[in-house]
């Protein structure tokens, strides 16, 4: 479902809309690909073979970007449920971070945090509204199979979004938005309480140090990594 609150008039019959009922699962590398496409690959296979083998159900991905990696989640795993969080804003893509945040070598130009994800420049605002609204319409795909509402969408920052979703109520949280240790630390705090014992936090760019920073300090030794991809059961 989407929530958001600047594209409400495009909610509507057999849209993907917000839910706030109890039904709700959360209620109460080839040279022929970018590298960040391969990267995501990588991160995406390596998520669904976890998902598959603990057999989660309900799931959110924090940072959604283009959905590739959503769309796969939803083509080749069980979840019954997946949670999309990402604000699509053009402000939380290029900025001036605030002191004490080490900028990652790739997205570091003249000072400012930018996500370019292989393009020149990052995407205006007017790009990101084109592309959020392409991005829903191809997963709203997945709500009309068996007339269930498997995809949800809160474009929002994430601990905002973090706030409209029940205490222990999902079993992997996927965080792969602003990669630096202030935004890191208060996206793994915002989300902590949404997972259930025995699930899962997760995510990639584990070599950009705010990452590894943040994920360090909350989780420590419990903190595994493989190939640039952390996780931790909870």
Do not use: K
């Not at 790739?106 to 007017?126: K, N, T």
């Not at 990452?211 to 991809?229: H, I, L």
């Amino acid at each position: 479902g989407i929530h958001d609150p600047r594209i409400d008039r495009h909610r509507g019959p057999g849209r993907m809309g917000v839910r706030y009922g109890d039904d709700r699962p959360w209620a109460h590398s080839s040279a022929l690909y970018p590298v960040a496409l391969v990267a995501a690959m990588a991160y995406a296979d390596h998520v669904i073979q976890i998902i598959r083998t603990r057999q989660y159900r309900d799931a959110a991905e924090i940072g959604v970007w283009r959905g590739e990696t959503a769309e796969r989640l939803l083509q080749e795993t069980d979840l019954r449920s997946l949670l999309l969080v990402d604000p699509f804003e053009a402000t939380r893509n290029d900025f001036i971070p605030d002191a004490g945040d080490e900028l990652p070598i790739r997205m570091r130009a003249g000072g400012r945090y930018q996500c370019l994800m292989d393009q020149s420049a990052p995407l205006s605002q007017l790009a990101l509204d084109q592309l959020v609204l392409e991005v829903f319409r191809r997963l709203n795909d997945y709500n009309h199979v068996d007339r269930r509402q498997r995809v949800m969408f809160l474009r929002l920052a994430s601990p905002a979004a973090a706030l409209q979703v029940g205490a222990e109520t999902l079993d992997c949280v996927l965080l792969d938005a602003i990669h630096l240790y202030s935004h890191v630390r208060a996206d793994l705090a915002a989300w902590r309480p949404n997972l259930r014992s025995g699930g899962l936090f997760m995510g990639d760019d584990y070599g950009d140090a705010g990452v590894r920073q943040a994920v360090d300090e909350m989780f420590g030794p419990s903190v595994r990594q493989e190939n640039g991809v952390w996780s931790v059961d909870l």
